[in-house]
C-alpha cells in the first residue's frame, strides 16, 4: 500500500488541496482532490482533535478519521490509509496559511469526488447479427455516424473522430474538477526540448471576456463558460537556436497545449471552439501580458449536441513518398 507523503495547494483553487500518497517507484502516487468545503470539515474534525467522517462531493466516497488511522473509502478505488497522528499534524500546518495554486500536472490515479459518474454495474452485451463497421472504416468512408458505439466513449479515437466545434453554449458552469483536467492535459502535451515555452491565462472576469470578443472580430461565442487563452513565452525555451526559431518552437508548444485541452474537454463531454483571428495587441492589453497570443479556447456544455462531421479520406490527406 502507497504511504501518505504530503498535502499541497490544488491545481485550481487555493481553497482546496491535494492529498498525496507514493509508491516505492516516485511515479507510483495516488492524489485524492479534496474542495474547500471537505477540507474546512476535515481540517475541524482534526483541530479539535475527535474521530469522525467527511463525507465527499459524490456521496458515496468519505473519509474516517480514528483514532489511530485515517481511512479514505473512494468509490471505484482502492482504500488509501494514513497514519492519524502524521495526517494531522500535515493537515493542520498546511491549514495555517494561506496558498497559491499550483503550476498544473497531473496523474493517471488521481480521485476527484465530484467526477466520477460512470456505473461499473457490468452487464452482458446482447450479441447482435448486424455488420459493424469499426472506428477506422467509418473514418475512411467519410461515415463517422457508423462508428462502432461498443467502442468506449472514452476511446481516443472516439475523441478524434467525434469532436465538434461549438458556437452556441449553455449557461451551465463547468465543474471545478473538469476544469483541472483541461488544465492538466495542457501541461502533458510536449513541448521542444521539454521547455514549455507557453502560458495559459484562464480567464475569469467577465468584463474580460467582452473584451476578448471584440479583440476577436466580435465573435459572441468568446465569451463562453471557460475561456483560455494560450500565448508564446519564447524566453522559457533555453536552446542554442536563433530567436526566430525559437519563436517557432514557442507558437508550436502552444498550439500543441490548446489541442490537448481542447480533447480532454471533448473527453468530459465539453465542447469548444478555437479562435484564431485575434487583435493580439488587444488581447495582450486585456490580459496585461507582452506574450503573444496564440489562440482562445472557448469551452462549455454545447447548448445543443451535433454529429460527427465527415471529413477528406484518408487517401486524399496523406501523400505517401516511396523509394
Not at 491535494?18 to 474547500?36: A, P, Y
Not at 483541530?47 to 456521496?59: A, I, R, T
Not at 487583435?279 to 472557448?298: M, N, W, Y
Request: proline share 5%; glycine share 4%; aromatic share 8%.
Amino acid at each position: 500500500m502507497n504511504k501518505f507523503s504530503k498535502i499541497e495547494p490544488s491545481y485550481f483553487s487555493k481553497d482546496g488541496c491535494r492529498l498525496v500518497w507514493i509508491g516505492i517507484d516516485e511515479d507510483d502516487t495516488d492524489t485524492v482532490i479534496l474542495n474547500k468545503e471537505e477540507l474546512e470539515r476535515l481540517v475541524e474534525i482534526l483541530k479539535n482533535n475527535h474521530v469522525g467522517n467527511v463525507e465527499l462531493e459524490d456521496n458515496v466516497s468519505e473519509i474516517l478519521i480514528n483514532s489511530d488511522v485515517v481511512q479514505f473509502r473512494l468509490k471505484d478505488r482502492d482504500q488509501l490509509e494514513a497514519p492519524s497522528n502524521d495526517f494531522r499534524d500535515k493537515v493542520l500546518e498546511y491549514a495555517k496559511i494561506p496558498h497559491d495554486t499550483l503550476s498544473v500536472q497531473t496523474s493517471s490515479k488521481e480521485f476527484y469526488a465530484s467526477g466520477w459518474s460512470t456505473d461499473q454495474t457490468s452487464k452482458s452485451p446482447e450479441k447482435s447479427n448486424k455488420p459493424k463497421m469499426s472506428l477506422l472504416q467509418a473514418i475512411l468512408s467519410g461515415n463517422p455516424k457508423k462508428i462502432d458505439h461498443e467502442i468506449s466513449p472514452s476511446d481516443l479515437f472516439r475523441i478524434f473522430a467525434t469532436r465538434r466545434s461549438t458556437r452556441k453554449f449553455a449557461k451551465t458552469k463547468v465543474e471545478d474538477w473538469k476544469i483541472e483536467k483541461i488544465l492538466a492535459a495542457a501541461d502533458t502535451a510536449p513541448t521542444a526540448g521539454n521547455f514549455q515555452g507557453l502560458e495559459v491565462f484562464y480567464v475569469k472576469s467577465k468584463k474580460a471576456k467582452e473584451a476578448l470578443v471584440e479583440a476577436a472580430n466580435r465573435q459572441p461565442f468568446v465569451n463562453a463558460p471557460l475561456v483560455l487563452v494560450f500565448c508564446m513565452n519564447p524566453s522559457r525555451v533555453k536552446m542554442n537556436f536563433p530567436s526566430e526559431m525559437l519563436a517557432k518552437f514557442s507558437l508550436q508548444d502552444a498550439t500543441v497545449a490548446a489541442t490537448y485541452s481542447q480533447l480532454a474537454a471533448h473527453a468530459l463531454e465539453l465542447s469548444s471552439i478555437w479562435i484564431g483571428m485575434i487583435d493580439e495587441k488587444k488581447v495582450q492589453a486585456i490580459l496585461g501580458t507582452e506574450l503573444r497570443p496564440s489562440s482562445i479556447l472557448c469551452i462549455g456544455y454545447p447548448d445543443m449536441r451535433k454529429p460527427p462531421k465527415s471529413r477528406r479520406k484518408l487517401k486524399d490527406l496523406i501523400h505517401v513518398l516511396e523509394d
